[in-house]
């Protein structure tokens, strides 16, 4: 009953035409208005082969903006789904097919399947016994979401407080463990009320065996009651944790580059660090007040019923405990606003040196960089120390007042158990003092708890500047997939980054033709380096249209854009983990051989085969094991890999020995074979022999031709053809270069 023919119009390898799941939610997707690329949920859930299981293709649901829900049917619940449909069936192998209607009209009524995977994608009828021997029941349900999802809203107080209540279940039966609790809480004091005020007057043993095994009783349920509880708290925790996690990560990355650009990476991550204050703060301190504040709605009533003037002295004493935290909220949170601004340039100096350690080094900057290093220490100490003498003031205030409660209980409670017509007795006042220290604990954890709050409103405020900034235009919003080959426009283009006075592009236009090879050249800062940023998308505020395939930058997803584009810089970045993780990065699914073809095709072949571990060699941090050109050769390979219908190539060889350059140089027509290609280079010799160069100054398009053309009647290029090739005599247009690649501005 499935169909083992591919029809994916994102052109799928054939590990993906076997996923059934993911063509059959695209295509329920796409019945609710939301078209999602098979390839793309591929690539961004690491689904490699096979079908996904249902909890990851619920996610995946989920985080496309659709709502899900699992469920059993039978036979019977078909006919009767109306405008649930279409839905997802589940069927025993693993496989998916789309239910899209339930026909009642003849002698034997017929479940409408389509197959994600049929050409045509026809409907087939399958009647009951058909359908059983394939299917157990598994279905999900799927609709279109329209309200604003906990991930979508602002991140602050509200965000955090919802994410805890989505595990209210368990937390709900953590506040009954600690109500519980708080029961228990009332036996010892009762226990000695009873015993000073009965087993002792009356001299009744039987009492006390009563009383003992009730002890007795009582420690093993509050064990087990505090193990649940301990153990509901490590599970609820662990799994806000989880997702925070994944929220904080989603939300960083996808930011725009402009933010990286111009925020210290040290501000970022002690920004981010801050986080986990806050989680600390909502499940330790906040949770276990609230928590240990539940013993309040027993403990009160019980010091009422023992002894009423007893119960208002020690209310009293607990509301001035509040208003002298409340007195210092103040304060606190300018004195905590100043370790965060300390803390931050320190953090931010520290990771400045970490990434900059080679120039230290090379540089000898280690005794200034020793004092510069002692100066943020001395301002972060100052902030912390002030803070710290601010809030030990309140503390000390505290203090007495805490230990006050207990001793005026006893004090007031023995004037009123000896003084004339007796109000309470002494097993009572004994009962009422135990119950008064309990009680109190909550009421010195909340006024605590207000201290700490200020500490929290700040961390939040810090995470908040990160992850509550715009994201990325067009990522992750349902933009249009075109089949891109490489044909690009550029009409009127003006782009100005933030903060410069001069736009860095000024109403430039041009044409690329699919399969051409176009060199782009010009001074440093004349704009070469912005074209390509801006055709990755990298930055959307531009005026004017830039187009692929005649379709509209702005309007094409982002994911399936840049999926499509290969990019090669002067100084690329390798990530921990082995040569072969590092070349297939972009295609997790990639098999070794087409690894090994893509560092074939890059040149990078001949240096990995020596390695004593091939492919399995590990990169280090930093990529110091190995040399410019073999990073370069391995960033190439990468690009190569995914097949990129466009190719950037920015100053790509321009650092490199002449033994690398000359390897990488040998490849490029086989290279650009099939794709266009963009080579972005000061030396004008790798750019000879393509099919056009554009000359770009102070952000124009100042020529475009071939090199001979150029070299006729371009001053610009003309002017640093010769004084790059000083040997030749103007007027002289032989000896070219093979095609190379370089690149940069």
């Known amino acids: 009953m499935q169909s083992t023919t591919s029809n994916d119009p994102q052109g799928v390898s054939p590990e993906g035409a076997r996923t059934t799941s993911l063509h059959a939610l695209a295509i329920v997707a796409r019945h609710h208005g939301l078209h999602l690329s098979v390839e793309q949920m591929r690539r961004d859930y690491a689904v490699e082969a096979g079908e996904p299981n249902t909890r990851l293709l619920m996610k995946i649901a989920e985080d496309s903006g659709l ?65 059983a021997s394939v299917w157990d029941g598994d279905a999900i349900f799927v609709k279109r979401r329209y309200r604003v999802t906990d991930e979508e809203r602002p991140f602050g107080f509200a965000w955090l407080i919802g994410q805890i209540l989505r595990e209210k279940k368990i937390f709900r039966d953590v506040g009954i463990s600690a109500l519980v609790l708080s029961l228990f809480a009332l036996i010892p004091p009762l226990v000695f009320m009873v015993i000073l005020d009965r087993v002792l007057v009356h001299q009744r043993l039987s009492t006390l065996y009563v009383l003992v095994a009730g002890i007795g009783f009582m420690l093993v349920f509050d064990t087990l009651f505090g193990f649940l509880r301990r153990h509901l708290v490590a599970l609820g925790t662990a799994k806000v944790d989880a997702r925070i996690s994944t929220y904080i990560f989603d939300k960083m990355i996808g930011l725009p580059i402009d933010f990286f650009e111009r925020t210290p990476t040290g501000v970022i991550s002690y920004r981010l660090n801050e986080v986990w204050r806050i989680r600390g703060f909502l499940t330790g301190q906040l949770f276990g007040t609230l928590l240990d504040s539940l013993t309040l709605v027993v403990l009160i009533p019980a010091m009422f019923v023992l002894s009423a003037p007893l119960a208002f002295m020690v209310l009293g004493v607990a509301s001035i405990m509040f208003l002298v935290v409340a007195i210092y909220i103040g304060p606190l949170a300018r004195a905590y606003g100043k370790v965060v601004e300390a803390e931050t340039r320190k953090g931010a100096f520290m990771i400045e040196v970490l990434h900059g350690m080679r120039t230290v080094k090379s540089l000898a900057l280690e005794g200034r960089k020793r004092l510069d290093w002692d100066v943020r220490v001395a301002e972060a100490v100052r902030a912390n120390t002030a803070m710290q003498f601010l809030s030990n003031q309140p503390q000390t205030i505290l203090q007495p007042l805490e230990k006050g409660i207990y001793a005026g209980t006893l004090a007031v409670g023995a004037y009123l158990a000896i003084g004339e017509g007796a109000i309470v007795n002494g097993g009572t006042l004994v009962a009422f003092s135990m119950i008064a220290s309990r009680a109190t604990q909550p009421f010195v954890q909340i006024a605590a708890l207000l201290q700490q709050f200020q500490e929290v409103r700040g961390a939040v405020a810090q995470v908040g500047k990160v992850v509550n900034q715009e994201s990325e235009q067009g990522l992750g919003r349902q933009g249009v997939r ?4 490489g044909d690009i426009s550029f009409s009127e283009v003006r782009f100005r980054y933030p903060g410069a006075q001069n736009p860095a592009l000024d109403n430039t236009t041009f044409g690329i033709k699919a399969g051409q090879v ?12 912005t074209v390509t940023r801006l055709l990755q998308g990298l930055h959307q505020n531009y005026d004017g249209l830039i187009k692929i395939d005649g379709v509209d930058l702005r309007e094409i997803d982002l994911n399936h854009l840049r999926s499509n584009l290969g990019v090669v810089l002067q100084d690329n970045f390798l990530f921990n983990g082995t040569i072969r993780e590092n070349i297939m990065a972009a295609k997790r699914s990639a098999s070794l051989e087409e690894v090994m073809r893509a560092a074939r095709l890059a040149g990078a072949e001949e240096f990995i085969e020596r390695l004593p571990r091939g492919y399995e060699t590990v990169i280090e941090e930093g990529s110091s094991n190995l040399s410019g050109g073999q990073r370069q050769r391995i960033a190439i390979a990468r690009a190569l890999l995914v097949d990129p219908a466009v190719l950037i190539l920015d100053e790509a060889t321009s650092a490199l020995d002449p033994d690398s350059e000359a390897i990488i140089n040998n490849n490029l027509t086989r290279i650009a074979q099939g794709r266009t290609m963009i080579v972005i280079s000061h030396r004008l010799a790798s750019l000879v022999n393509c099919d056009q160069i554009i000359v770009m100054e102070r952000g124009k398009l100042y ?43």
């Open 482 to 485: 075109p089949v891109i080959k």
């Open 518 to 529: 176009i060199g782009i050249m010009g001074r440093s800062g004349s704009g070469k380096t």
């Open 67 to 131: 709502t899900v829900r699992s469920s059993k049917l039978s036979w019977k619940h078909l006919s009767r789904l109306g405008k649930a449909l279409p839905l997802l069936l589940r069927l025993r192998d693993g496989s998916t097919m789309v239910l899209v209607s339930f026909r009642k009209d003849g002698d034997t009524p017929a479940a409408m399947l389509q197959d994600p995977l049929s050409p045509d994608q026809a409907c087939i009828a399958v009647d009951e016994i058909r359908l």
């Open 703 to 745: 020529d475009m031709g071939k090199h001979d053309e150029l070299l006729q009647r371009c001053d610009v290029y003309r002017h640093l053809w010769f004084q790059q090739n000083r040997h030749l005599s103007p007027g002289s247009t032989h000896d070219r270069a093979p095609l190379t690649s370089a690149a940069n501005s």
